[in-house]
Protein backbone atom coordinates (compact mmCIF):
# COMPACT_ATOMS: atom_id res chain seq x y z
CA UNK A 1 0.00 0.00 0.00
CA UNK A 2 1.52 3.28 -0.97
CA UNK A 3 0.47 6.24 1.30
CA UNK A 4 0.65 10.09 -0.56
CA UNK A 5 -0.53 13.01 0.96
CA UNK A 6 -1.45 16.39 -1.31
CA UNK A 7 -0.93 19.64 -0.09
CA UNK A 8 -1.93 22.85 -2.10
CA UNK A 9 0.32 25.54 -1.33
CA UNK A 10 0.22 29.14 -2.82
CA UNK A 11 3.37 28.38 -4.86
CA UNK A 12 1.51 25.17 -6.46
CA UNK A 13 0.97 21.80 -6.09
CA UNK A 14 3.06 19.06 -4.25
CA UNK A 15 2.60 15.34 -3.81
CA UNK A 16 4.55 13.43 -0.96
CA UNK A 17 5.02 10.09 -0.07
CA UNK A 18 5.04 9.08 3.41
CA UNK A 19 6.96 5.68 4.54
CA UNK A 20 4.87 2.62 3.87
CA UNK A 21 2.77 0.60 6.46
CA UNK A 22 0.14 -1.16 6.54
CA UNK A 23 -1.99 0.43 9.39
CA UNK A 24 -2.24 4.51 8.19
CA UNK A 25 -3.90 5.15 11.61
CA UNK A 26 -0.61 3.78 13.79
CA UNK A 27 1.68 6.69 12.15
CA UNK A 28 -0.85 9.29 14.14
CA UNK A 29 1.75 9.17 17.19
CA UNK A 30 4.93 9.01 15.19
CA UNK A 31 3.52 12.35 13.30
CA UNK A 32 2.28 14.26 15.96
CA UNK A 33 5.91 13.77 17.98
CA UNK A 34 8.07 14.68 14.71
CA UNK A 35 5.93 17.48 13.16
CA UNK A 36 8.24 20.29 15.51
CA UNK A 37 11.40 18.18 14.34
CA UNK A 38 12.38 18.39 10.20
CA UNK A 39 14.98 15.92 10.57
CA UNK A 40 12.72 13.47 11.78
CA UNK A 41 9.28 14.52 10.00
CA UNK A 42 11.60 14.49 6.52
CA UNK A 43 12.87 10.53 7.65
CA UNK A 44 8.66 10.28 7.30
CA UNK A 45 7.57 12.47 4.58
CA UNK A 46 9.60 12.68 0.91
CA UNK A 47 8.51 14.64 -1.72
CA UNK A 48 7.48 13.02 -4.85
CA UNK A 49 6.16 15.55 -7.35
CA UNK A 50 5.51 19.54 -7.10
CA UNK A 51 3.88 21.71 -9.96
CA UNK A 52 4.45 25.18 -9.68
CA UNK A 53 1.52 27.30 -10.57
CA UNK A 54 2.52 29.37 -14.13
CA UNK A 55 1.15 32.42 -13.45
CA UNK A 56 -0.76 34.56 -10.57
CA UNK A 57 -3.95 34.37 -12.32
CA UNK A 58 -3.33 30.38 -12.98
CA UNK A 59 -3.06 30.37 -8.77
CA UNK A 60 -6.16 32.40 -8.34
CA UNK A 61 -8.21 30.18 -10.28
CA UNK A 62 -7.17 27.21 -8.87
CA UNK A 63 -7.56 28.59 -5.46
CA UNK A 64 -10.99 29.14 -6.65
CA UNK A 65 -11.78 25.75 -7.72
CA UNK A 66 -10.33 24.54 -4.40
CA UNK A 67 -12.73 26.90 -2.00
CA UNK A 68 -15.60 25.51 -4.27
CA UNK A 69 -14.98 21.71 -4.20
CA UNK A 70 -14.23 21.53 -7.97
CA UNK A 71 -10.99 19.34 -9.09
CA UNK A 72 -9.37 21.76 -11.47
CA UNK A 73 -7.77 20.28 -14.96
CA UNK A 74 -4.39 20.99 -13.40
CA UNK A 75 -4.58 19.60 -10.45
CA UNK A 76 -6.40 16.31 -12.38
CA UNK A 77 -3.40 16.39 -14.63
CA UNK A 78 -1.04 16.37 -11.85
CA UNK A 79 -2.68 13.54 -10.13
CA UNK A 80 -2.97 11.09 -13.43
CA UNK A 81 0.41 11.63 -13.95
CA UNK A 82 2.55 11.34 -10.75
CA UNK A 83 -0.50 8.69 -9.02
CA UNK A 84 0.37 6.25 -12.80
CA UNK A 85 3.22 4.81 -10.75
CA UNK A 86 1.60 3.12 -7.84
CA UNK A 87 -1.20 1.60 -10.08
CA UNK A 88 0.19 -2.21 -9.18
CA UNK A 89 -0.20 -1.03 -5.69
CA UNK A 90 -2.85 0.07 -3.58
CA UNK A 91 -2.73 3.56 -3.31
CA UNK A 92 -4.29 6.24 -0.70
CA UNK A 93 -4.52 9.82 -0.92
CA UNK A 94 -4.39 11.89 1.74
CA UNK A 95 -6.58 15.06 1.21
CA UNK A 96 -7.11 17.83 4.13
CA UNK A 97 -10.08 19.29 2.57
CA UNK A 98 -12.91 15.86 2.99
CA UNK A 99 -15.07 18.07 0.06
CA UNK A 100 -12.18 18.32 -1.78
CA UNK A 101 -11.25 14.39 -1.44
CA UNK A 102 -15.01 13.31 -2.03
CA UNK A 103 -15.06 15.04 -6.04
CA UNK A 104 -11.12 13.53 -6.47
CA UNK A 105 -12.45 10.02 -5.08
CA UNK A 106 -16.11 10.17 -7.56
CA UNK A 107 -13.86 12.08 -10.54
CA UNK A 108 -10.82 9.89 -10.71
CA UNK A 109 -11.59 6.57 -8.79
CA UNK A 110 -8.72 7.38 -6.35
CA UNK A 111 -8.89 6.36 -2.90
CA UNK A 112 -8.90 9.67 -0.28
CA UNK A 113 -8.60 9.78 3.69
CA UNK A 114 -9.46 13.18 5.23
CA UNK A 115 -8.75 13.86 8.96
CA UNK A 116 -6.44 12.41 11.31
CA UNK A 117 -3.20 11.32 10.36
CA UNK A 118 -3.79 13.58 7.51
CA UNK A 119 -4.30 17.22 8.85
CA UNK A 120 -1.16 16.26 11.72
CA UNK A 121 1.08 15.56 8.37
CA UNK A 122 -0.46 18.38 6.46
CA UNK A 123 0.20 20.70 9.52
CA UNK A 124 4.20 19.57 9.37
CA UNK A 125 4.29 20.02 5.66
CA UNK A 126 2.71 23.47 5.72
CA UNK A 127 5.42 24.04 8.71
CA UNK A 128 8.60 22.67 6.69
CA UNK A 129 7.35 23.30 3.45
CA UNK A 130 10.29 25.55 2.47
CA UNK A 131 12.60 23.33 3.41
CA UNK A 132 10.92 19.61 1.75
CA UNK A 133 11.06 22.00 -2.14
CA UNK A 134 14.20 22.88 -3.13
CA UNK A 135 14.57 26.22 -4.50
CA UNK A 136 11.65 27.52 -2.49
CA UNK A 137 12.86 29.65 0.32
CA UNK A 138 10.72 30.84 3.14
CA UNK A 139 10.50 34.67 2.57
CA UNK A 140 9.50 33.46 -1.33
CA UNK A 141 6.54 31.16 0.07
CA UNK A 142 5.32 33.75 2.38
CA UNK A 143 5.19 36.29 -0.63
CA UNK A 144 3.36 33.89 -2.59
CA UNK A 145 0.95 33.18 0.03
CA UNK A 146 1.05 37.12 0.93
CA UNK A 147 0.17 37.70 -3.04
CA UNK A 148 -2.50 34.90 -3.60
CA UNK A 149 -4.04 35.80 -0.16
CA UNK A 150 -4.56 39.62 -1.63
CA UNK A 151 -6.24 38.28 -4.74
CA UNK A 152 -8.20 35.88 -3.49
CA UNK A 153 -9.93 38.31 -0.94
CA UNK A 154 -10.31 41.13 -3.83
CA UNK A 155 -11.82 38.68 -6.30
CA UNK A 156 -14.16 37.31 -3.04
CA UNK A 157 -15.43 40.83 -2.25
CA UNK A 158 -15.45 42.32 -5.88
CA UNK A 159 -18.67 43.39 -6.83
CA UNK A 160 -21.41 45.14 -9.33
CA UNK A 161 -21.32 48.90 -8.31
CA UNK A 162 -24.70 49.42 -9.40
CA UNK A 163 -26.04 46.23 -7.30
CA UNK A 164 -24.24 47.78 -4.09
CA UNK A 165 -26.06 47.29 -1.22
CA UNK A 166 -23.41 49.11 1.19
CA UNK A 167 -24.33 52.44 0.15
CA UNK A 168 -28.09 51.31 1.62
CA UNK A 169 -26.69 50.21 4.32
CA UNK A 170 -25.16 53.52 5.02
CA UNK A 171 -27.95 55.93 3.63
CA UNK A 172 -30.64 53.97 5.60
CA UNK A 173 -28.77 54.36 8.87
CA UNK A 174 -27.60 58.12 8.07
CA UNK A 175 -31.22 58.94 7.16
CA UNK A 176 -32.67 57.71 10.92
CA UNK A 177 -29.81 59.54 12.65
CA UNK A 178 -30.95 62.57 10.25
CA UNK A 179 -34.42 62.80 10.92
CA UNK A 180 -33.74 62.59 15.04
CA UNK A 181 -31.47 65.59 14.66
CA UNK A 182 -34.03 67.53 12.38
CA UNK A 183 -36.37 66.98 15.35
CA UNK A 184 -34.07 67.98 17.85
CA UNK A 185 -32.98 71.09 16.03
CA UNK A 186 -36.20 72.23 15.21
CA UNK A 187 -37.38 72.08 18.65
CA UNK A 188 -34.71 74.00 19.88
CA UNK A 189 -35.06 76.25 16.99
CA UNK A 190 -38.81 76.67 17.96
CA UNK A 191 -38.08 77.19 21.36
CA UNK A 192 -35.25 79.93 20.67
CA UNK A 193 -37.60 82.34 18.30
CA UNK A 194 -40.64 81.91 20.85
CA UNK A 195 -38.77 84.30 23.01
CA UNK A 196 -39.53 86.72 20.21
CA UNK A 197 -42.33 85.56 18.58
CA UNK A 198 -44.24 82.66 20.21
CA UNK A 199 -47.53 82.75 18.63
CA UNK A 200 -45.50 81.23 15.74
CA UNK A 201 -45.78 77.96 16.96
CA UNK A 202 -48.85 77.65 16.81
CA UNK A 203 -49.31 79.01 13.32
CA UNK A 204 -46.41 77.09 11.65
CA UNK A 205 -46.78 73.35 12.98
CA UNK A 206 -44.28 72.03 10.21
CA UNK A 207 -40.58 72.13 11.52
CA UNK A 208 -39.03 73.02 7.94
CA UNK A 209 -41.50 75.31 7.34
CA UNK A 210 -41.24 76.61 10.80
CA UNK A 211 -37.50 77.03 10.21
CA UNK A 212 -37.70 79.09 6.64
CA UNK A 213 -40.55 81.16 8.25
CA UNK A 214 -38.28 82.22 11.10
CA UNK A 215 -35.68 83.12 8.95
CA UNK A 216 -37.66 85.14 6.39
CA UNK A 217 -39.66 87.17 9.14
CA UNK A 218 -35.95 88.06 11.22
CA UNK A 219 -37.37 90.85 13.69
CA UNK A 220 -41.16 91.44 14.30
CA UNK A 221 -40.77 95.24 13.54
CA UNK A 222 -38.83 94.86 9.97
CA UNK A 223 -41.76 92.25 9.35
CA UNK A 224 -43.58 94.51 6.70
CA UNK A 225 -46.36 93.79 3.75
CA UNK A 226 -43.29 93.61 1.21
CA UNK A 227 -42.88 89.97 2.53
CA UNK A 228 -45.84 88.72 2.60
CA UNK A 229 -45.37 87.10 -1.12
CA UNK A 230 -41.99 85.54 -0.19
CA UNK A 231 -44.23 83.86 3.02
CA UNK A 232 -46.88 82.77 0.83
CA UNK A 233 -44.26 80.44 -0.85
CA UNK A 234 -43.62 79.34 2.16
CA UNK A 235 -46.61 78.57 3.84
CA UNK A 236 -48.59 77.88 0.46
CA UNK A 237 -51.78 79.04 2.08
CA UNK A 238 -53.03 83.08 1.97
CA UNK A 239 -55.16 82.86 5.33
CA UNK A 240 -52.17 81.49 7.47
CA UNK A 241 -49.99 84.06 5.90
CA UNK A 242 -52.17 86.94 7.07
CA UNK A 243 -52.91 85.20 10.34
CA UNK A 244 -48.93 85.36 10.72
CA UNK A 245 -48.62 88.67 9.50
CA UNK A 246 -51.27 90.00 12.43
CA UNK A 247 -49.92 88.01 15.14
CA UNK A 248 -46.67 90.04 14.45
CA UNK A 249 -48.23 93.19 15.18
CA UNK A 250 -49.98 92.23 18.46
CA UNK A 251 -47.41 89.77 19.28
CA UNK A 252 -46.13 89.01 22.98
CA UNK A 253 -43.10 88.30 22.92
CA UNK A 254 -40.19 90.55 23.92
CA UNK A 255 -37.69 92.34 21.63
CA UNK A 256 -34.42 90.70 20.65
CA UNK A 257 -31.04 92.03 20.27
CA UNK A 258 -29.31 92.44 16.41
CA UNK A 259 -26.54 90.10 17.44
CA UNK A 260 -29.32 87.15 18.99
CA UNK A 261 -31.46 87.61 15.77
CA UNK A 262 -28.20 86.67 13.53
CA UNK A 263 -27.32 83.42 15.51
CA UNK A 264 -31.09 82.19 14.84
CA UNK A 265 -31.02 83.19 11.55
CA UNK A 266 -27.73 81.10 11.03
CA UNK A 267 -29.21 78.17 13.29
CA UNK A 268 -32.53 78.40 11.04
CA UNK A 269 -30.32 77.97 7.84
CA UNK A 270 -28.35 75.02 9.32
CA UNK A 271 -31.75 73.40 10.05
CA UNK A 272 -32.99 74.06 6.59
CA UNK A 273 -29.69 72.77 5.15
CA UNK A 274 -30.20 69.78 6.76
CA UNK A 275 -34.20 69.00 5.61
CA UNK A 276 -32.80 69.81 2.32
CA UNK A 277 -29.92 67.17 2.52
CA UNK A 278 -32.11 64.72 4.44
CA UNK A 279 -34.77 65.04 1.37
CA UNK A 280 -31.86 64.46 -1.43
CA UNK A 281 -30.61 61.44 0.53
CA UNK A 282 -33.91 60.19 0.81
CA UNK A 283 -34.27 60.57 -3.40
CA UNK A 284 -30.54 58.99 -3.89
CA UNK A 285 -32.10 56.21 -1.20
CA UNK A 286 -34.95 55.40 -3.60
CA UNK A 287 -32.73 55.35 -6.24
CA UNK A 288 -30.37 52.97 -5.12
CA UNK A 289 -33.19 50.65 -3.43
CA UNK A 290 -35.04 50.35 -6.86
CA UNK A 291 -31.61 49.65 -8.24
CA UNK A 292 -30.43 46.82 -6.06
CA UNK A 293 -33.61 45.40 -4.63
CA UNK A 294 -36.28 46.59 -7.41
CA UNK A 295 -38.95 43.76 -6.39
CA UNK A 296 -38.48 44.80 -2.53
CA UNK A 297 -39.11 47.67 -3.19
CA UNK A 298 -42.12 47.73 -5.37
CA UNK A 299 -43.63 45.31 -2.64
CA UNK A 300 -42.92 47.29 0.47
CA UNK A 301 -41.89 50.28 -0.08
CA UNK A 302 -38.03 52.07 -0.24
CA UNK A 303 -37.51 52.86 3.32
CA UNK A 304 -38.87 49.65 5.13
CA UNK A 305 -36.87 47.53 2.18
CA UNK A 306 -33.72 49.40 3.09
CA UNK A 307 -34.34 48.90 6.96
CA UNK A 308 -34.85 45.62 6.39
CA UNK A 309 -31.61 45.30 4.39
CA UNK A 310 -29.68 47.13 6.72
CA UNK A 311 -30.85 44.98 9.97
CA UNK A 312 -29.85 41.67 7.82
CA UNK A 313 -26.84 43.18 6.87
CA UNK A 314 -26.94 42.52 3.41
CA UNK A 315 -28.99 41.77 0.78
CA UNK A 316 -27.40 38.05 0.83
CA UNK A 317 -27.96 37.28 4.53
CA UNK A 318 -31.75 38.78 3.97
CA UNK A 319 -32.34 36.37 0.91
CA UNK A 320 -31.06 33.63 2.99
CA UNK A 321 -33.47 34.78 6.15
CA UNK A 322 -36.65 32.03 6.16
CA UNK A 323 -39.78 33.90 6.23
CA UNK A 324 -40.62 33.49 10.07
CA UNK A 325 -37.23 35.56 10.43
CA UNK A 326 -38.05 37.83 8.32
CA UNK A 327 -41.19 38.34 9.80
CA UNK A 328 -39.99 38.76 13.57
CA UNK A 329 -36.76 40.84 12.38
CA UNK A 330 -36.32 43.94 14.19
CA UNK A 331 -38.35 42.26 17.39
CA UNK A 332 -35.36 40.44 18.67
CA UNK A 333 -36.11 41.87 22.27
CA UNK A 334 -39.21 41.32 22.10
CA UNK A 335 -39.09 37.81 21.29
CA UNK A 336 -36.62 36.96 23.67
CA UNK A 337 -38.16 38.44 26.40
CA UNK A 338 -41.56 36.45 25.24
CA UNK A 339 -39.66 33.59 25.61
CA UNK A 340 -37.99 33.73 28.93
CA UNK A 341 -41.22 34.55 30.18
CA UNK A 342 -43.50 32.50 28.66
CA UNK A 343 -45.55 35.15 27.23
CA UNK A 344 -47.08 35.54 23.46
CA UNK A 345 -44.42 36.23 20.84
CA UNK A 346 -43.88 39.34 18.78
CA UNK A 347 -46.16 39.12 15.80
CA UNK A 348 -44.11 41.45 13.37
CA UNK A 349 -40.78 43.30 13.58
CA UNK A 350 -39.77 46.35 10.53
CA UNK A 351 -42.15 44.92 8.43
CA UNK A 352 -45.24 46.41 10.68
CA UNK A 353 -43.62 50.05 8.84
CA UNK A 354 -45.57 48.30 6.06
CA UNK A 355 -48.92 49.68 4.66
CA UNK A 356 -50.34 46.36 4.43
CA UNK A 357 -50.30 46.22 8.36
CA UNK A 358 -52.18 49.41 9.18
CA UNK A 359 -54.87 48.03 6.57
CA UNK A 360 -55.58 45.05 8.01
CA UNK A 361 -57.95 44.56 10.44
CA UNK A 362 -57.20 43.30 14.50
CA UNK A 363 -57.41 40.01 14.09
CA UNK A 364 -55.98 39.41 10.80
CA UNK A 365 -52.72 41.05 11.65
CA UNK A 366 -50.47 38.69 12.59
CA UNK A 367 -51.71 36.59 9.37
CA UNK A 368 -51.03 39.27 6.84
CA UNK A 369 -47.87 39.94 8.23
CA UNK A 370 -46.71 36.22 7.90
CA UNK A 371 -47.92 36.77 4.46
CA UNK A 372 -46.22 39.58 3.63
CA UNK A 373 -43.04 37.79 5.23
CA UNK A 374 -43.27 34.96 3.04
CA UNK A 375 -43.54 37.56 -0.38
CA UNK A 376 -40.83 39.89 1.24
CA UNK A 377 -38.60 36.72 1.48
CA UNK A 378 -39.40 35.61 -2.29
CA UNK A 379 -38.74 39.22 -3.77
CA UNK A 380 -35.47 39.30 -1.76
CA UNK A 381 -34.28 36.11 -3.42
CA UNK A 382 -35.41 37.06 -6.88
CA UNK A 383 -33.35 40.55 -6.41
CA UNK A 384 -30.08 38.83 -4.97
CA UNK A 385 -29.81 36.01 -7.15
CA UNK A 386 -31.15 36.80 -10.46
CA UNK A 387 -28.14 38.28 -13.18
CA UNK A 388 -30.30 39.58 -15.55
CA UNK A 389 -31.43 43.26 -15.97
CA UNK A 390 -33.37 44.35 -12.93
CA UNK A 391 -37.37 44.28 -13.32
CA UNK A 392 -39.88 45.41 -10.76
CA UNK A 393 -42.62 42.33 -12.79
CA UNK A 394 -42.47 39.73 -9.63
CA UNK A 395 -42.22 42.43 -7.12
CA UNK A 396 -45.80 43.98 -9.09
CA UNK A 397 -47.18 40.17 -9.14
CA UNK A 398 -46.09 39.65 -5.55
CA UNK A 399 -47.74 42.88 -4.28
CA UNK A 400 -51.14 42.13 -5.71
CA UNK A 401 -51.12 38.49 -3.91
CA UNK A 402 -50.83 40.57 -0.49
CA UNK A 403 -53.64 42.91 -2.08
CA UNK A 404 -55.73 39.76 -2.72
CA UNK A 405 -55.02 38.62 0.58
CA UNK A 406 -56.34 41.38 2.44
CA UNK A 407 -59.53 41.57 0.42
CA UNK A 408 -59.84 37.66 1.03
CA UNK A 409 -59.84 38.27 4.94
CA UNK A 410 -62.52 41.02 4.66
CA UNK A 411 -64.51 39.97 1.81
CA UNK A 412 -63.87 35.94 1.38
CA UNK A 413 -63.11 35.96 -2.49
CA UNK A 414 -60.66 33.20 -2.93
CA UNK A 415 -57.37 34.63 -4.15
CA UNK A 416 -55.04 33.18 -7.24
CA UNK A 417 -52.69 30.77 -6.36
CA UNK A 418 -48.89 31.29 -6.52
CA UNK A 419 -47.77 29.31 -9.12
CA UNK A 420 -50.48 30.73 -11.53
CA UNK A 421 -49.30 34.45 -10.42
CA UNK A 422 -45.90 33.22 -10.99
CA UNK A 423 -46.19 31.88 -14.36
CA UNK A 424 -47.66 35.02 -15.28
CA UNK A 425 -44.91 37.28 -13.77
CA UNK A 426 -42.35 34.83 -16.09
CA UNK A 427 -44.47 35.26 -19.49
CA UNK A 428 -45.09 39.13 -18.82
CA UNK A 429 -40.88 39.44 -18.36
CA UNK A 430 -39.96 37.38 -21.26
CA UNK A 431 -42.43 39.27 -22.94
CA UNK A 432 -40.83 42.59 -21.93
CA UNK A 433 -37.58 41.52 -22.68
CA UNK A 434 -38.13 40.40 -26.32
CA UNK A 435 -39.41 44.09 -27.03
CA UNK A 436 -36.36 45.57 -25.38
CA UNK A 437 -34.55 43.51 -27.77
CA UNK A 438 -36.30 44.87 -30.12
CA UNK A 439 -36.07 47.97 -29.53
CA UNK A 440 -32.34 48.07 -28.83
CA UNK A 441 -32.20 46.75 -32.26
CA UNK A 442 -34.19 49.30 -33.91
CA UNK A 443 -32.28 51.97 -31.50
CA UNK A 444 -28.80 49.91 -33.24
CA UNK A 445 -30.16 50.43 -36.74
CA UNK A 446 -31.12 53.82 -36.64
CA UNK A 447 -27.62 54.89 -34.95
CA UNK A 448 -25.91 53.26 -38.18
CA UNK A 449 -28.39 54.95 -40.54
CA UNK A 450 -27.50 58.44 -38.36
CA UNK A 451 -23.94 57.51 -38.53
CA UNK A 452 -23.79 56.71 -42.39
CA UNK A 453 -25.73 59.73 -43.30
CA UNK A 454 -23.75 61.42 -41.23
CA UNK A 455 -20.28 59.81 -43.12
CA UNK A 456 -21.83 60.68 -46.33
CA UNK A 457 -22.43 64.29 -45.63
CA UNK A 458 -19.04 64.41 -44.17
CA UNK A 459 -17.78 63.11 -48.06
CA UNK A 460 -20.20 65.32 -50.08
CA UNK A 461 -17.74 68.20 -49.85
CA UNK A 462 -14.79 66.47 -50.50
CA UNK A 463 -16.57 64.49 -53.47
CA UNK A 464 -18.06 68.28 -55.13
CA UNK A 465 -14.22 69.92 -54.74
CA UNK A 466 -13.18 66.92 -56.76
CA UNK A 467 -15.44 66.93 -59.17
CA UNK A 468 -14.76 70.62 -59.92
CA UNK A 469 -11.11 70.32 -59.85
CA UNK A 470 -11.50 67.53 -62.36
CA UNK A 471 -13.93 69.69 -64.71
CA UNK A 472 -11.23 72.80 -64.34
CA UNK A 473 -8.89 70.29 -65.70
CA UNK A 474 -10.69 69.26 -68.33
CA UNK A 475 -11.64 72.55 -69.38
CA UNK A 476 -7.94 73.50 -69.42
CA UNK A 477 -6.82 70.63 -71.13
CA UNK A 478 -9.56 70.45 -74.38
CA UNK A 479 -8.48 73.94 -76.19
CA UNK A 480 -4.79 73.37 -76.14
CA UNK A 481 -5.64 69.50 -78.12
CA UNK A 482 -7.46 72.28 -80.10
CA UNK A 483 -4.66 74.65 -80.88
CA UNK A 484 -2.19 71.82 -81.93
CA UNK A 485 -4.37 70.33 -84.40
CA UNK A 486 -4.87 73.50 -85.94
CA UNK A 487 -1.32 74.22 -86.15
CA UNK A 488 -0.72 70.92 -87.31
CA UNK A 489 -3.68 71.70 -90.19
CA UNK A 490 -1.72 75.41 -91.21
CA UNK A 491 1.30 73.23 -91.01
CA UNK A 492 0.02 70.52 -93.77
Request: net charge positive.
Amino acid sequence: MVFFVLFEHAAGYALFRCQDTEDIGSLLPEVQEAVDDFSRFASMVTLEAFSPFKTGANALDNINSISEGVVHDDLKVFLLNNLSKGKKQKVILGVADTKLGSVIQETLSITCQSGGVVAEISRGIRSHFHKLVQGLTAPGAAKAQLGLGHSYSRAKVKFNVHRVDNMIIQSISLLDQLDKDVNTFSMRIREWYSYHFPELVKLVPDNYMYARTARLIGSRKEFTEDKLEKLEAIVMDSTKVEAIYEAAKVSMGMDIAPLDLINIERFASRVIELAEYRKGLSEYLSSKMHQVAPNLTTLIGEQVGARLISHAGSLTNLAKYPASTVQILGAEKALFRALKTRGNTPKYGLIFHSSFIGRAGVKNKGRISRYLANKCSIASRIDCFTAEVPSTVFGEKLKGQVEERLSFYESGVVPKKNIDVMKEAIAELKEKQQNATVLSEKKKKKRKRDETEEEVQEQQPAVESAAMETTAETDGVTPKKKKKSRKSLEVN
